[in-house]
């Protein structure tokens, strides 16, 4: 058992949120050596790194694996969470079999929505386990919220996350995050006339709140002020000395000895090798490949989730329509993109975890 004392310094998971265009992906990017995940190609006249906008559930979470293993980053950030919000609801709905998030049971599909977004979190958190921050810009809205222990109710500003009551992916967010900033314009009440009486807004200087309001959603645990400009300067001291968790590295391998040898008449000549002979056209072995993939390259009328996760995987069309045809859902002979959309969107992409590794089998099972 070990007791520590005193602040340790650690990567933050941090919430930005605030109306569009008020500059969340401009303030996210001044993070520390920062890398996108730009989920609605918000970042396509900015100067940053970017992967690739995912197209499905599994294609992000292997983004954030890929990540965690190669750390090519000291900041990831999900541009934006309510649009990743959004590949977590077709992931549920396809899996399921539905037409919509509200085609479960009273409240069921919200509910597998908190799981997998909770799992989602969980996720990032092992990333910031290993000191990479991790940022989730979002958007914000305007709800009616009425306190249970007051008379009345006002306007606030929320997380643009689960449009239903029933859904908890707008509190899930606020309790993993470690800070919660909201980004507005500040606007000032001035007089138009001598009595007072007539007022009209002006400014709109951009500021930061990072502390709780009835009129927003922020809080942090850093001691900041309650508002400030909207500056990454405001809060670089935070992400300064953050600490990586080196990779735990394999021993490095001895380099073996170099035999060589020698003629018997002059022990002063290496004998170099002879390169193997170069079979010609004639004898070149011919590999044998499904119809459907000759002529190279997938077809491009694959649905994009499919085709990206196939491509990141080098697998070939024939590949999938085998696998496929041994589990008994189509003929070998059916293309892909005659398979029903609900099948590839539930079953090829929703479990492509477990189709690659049929893949992976059947590529050892192989001769050639």
Not at 67 to 83: A, H, S, Y
Not at 169 to 184: C, G, H, I, R, S
Not at 273 to 294: G, I, K, R
Request: charged content about 20%; overall charge negative; hydrophobic content about 35%.
């Amino acid at each position: 058992m070990q007791i520590t004392t005193g602040k340790i310094a650690k990567a933050q998971k941090v919430v930005l949120y605030g109306p569009e265009g008020i500059g969340k992906s401009s303030l996210a990017a001044q993070f520390p050596d920062p890398l996108f995940i730009d989920t609605e190609g918000s970042t396509s006249n900015m100067e940053v790194a970017r992967m690739d906008r995912p197209t499905s559930m599994t294609y992000l979470e292997q983004q954030i694996d890929f990540v965690k293993n190669n750390r090519p980053c000291k900041t990831l950030i999900i541009d934006t969470i309510d649009w990743a919000e959004q590949i977590v609801i077709d992931a549920v709905v396809s899996e399921a079999g539905k037409k919509s998030i509200t085609g479960f049971g009273y409240g069921e599909g919200f509910i597998q929505l908190s799981e997998r977004m909770g799992k989602l979190l969980n996720r990032l958190s092992d990333l910031v386990e290993i000191g990479i921050n991790v940022v989730l810009t979002a958007h914000s809205q305007i709800v009616r919220f009425e306190q249970p222990d007051e008379m009345g109710a006002y306007d606030r500003y929320e997380l643009k996350l689960g449009n239903k009551t029933t859904a908890r992916t707008a509190a899930l967010v606020k309790e993993w995050a470690d800070m919660v900033l909201f980004l507005n314009y500040k606007t000032f009440s001035v007089a138009t006339d001598d009595k007072g009486k007539k007022y009209k807004g002006q400014g709109g200087t951009r500021t930061m709140y990072a502390t709780h309001h009835p009129a927003w959603d922020a809080k942090n645990r850093h001691n900041l002020p309650d508002e400030m400009p909207m500056d990454y300067a405001q809060i670089a001291h935070i992400f300064n000395a953050v600490p990586q968790v080196e990779p735990t590295q394999a021993p490095p391998v001895q380099p073996q000895p170099t035999i060589q040898q020698t003629a018997p008449s002059q022990s002063s000549v290496v004998e170099t090798p002879q390169a193997p002979p170069v079979a010609s056209p004639e004898q070149a072995p011919v590999q044998n490949t499904a119809p459907s993939q000759q002529g190279g390259g997938l077809d491009p009328n694959i649905p994009q989730s499919l085709r990206v996760l196939m491509e990141q995987n080098n697998v070939l069309e024939f590949e999938i329509q085998t696998i496929v045809s041994q589990k008994g859902y189509y003929p070998l002979d059916t293309p892909i993109i005659n398979y029903d959309p609900t099948f590839i969107d539930g079953v090829l992409v929703g479990a492509w975890a477990q189709v690659f590794a049929g893949i992976e089998q059947l590529r050892k099972d192989m001769p050639f």
